[in-house]
């Protein structure tokens, strides 16, 4: 599931940064768009690219394209890594038997996973904290959980 998230997000930032520049070239005075006198596409300079066609222009724009595309997709990468950690320890304590009551909230940032909430009594609270630290892919736990009502 989050597999398939993942993919279908990079997918629409790939998508997304190549209609950016695609509409930026075609408005940056590679056509008439803004007013510009026309290119001639048949003649060029060095047999590579038309004349008008600034090529250093272009490959730092692909660059800085590709930078923001790759951050894009970490910062992708790394919410669907802490949602899956908090949705592991959410089933758990939903699916556990001995914690019901108990009214927890979970939150992720990175490995870190803070605990917040009510819990009836203290073998609840060992509870909620074990099953946090047993997760994989958890360092640390913060524990602000409250015992009683």
Known sequence: MFRLLFRLILIVVVLGAIAVFAVGYRWSGSGTATGATPVDRGTTDTGALPIGIDAEHARR??????????????????????????????SKITLDDTLEGADVRVSTEG?????HGTVANRQQHQRVRQLAQETAGVTSVVDKLQEGR
């Open 111 to 115: 490995t870190v996973v803070t605990l």
């Open 61 to 90: 724009a692909g660059a800085e394209i590709g930078g923001k595309v790759a951050e894009s997709v970490s910062k992708a990468g790394k919410a669907l890594e802490e949602g899956k950690l908090t949705a592991k320890i959410k």
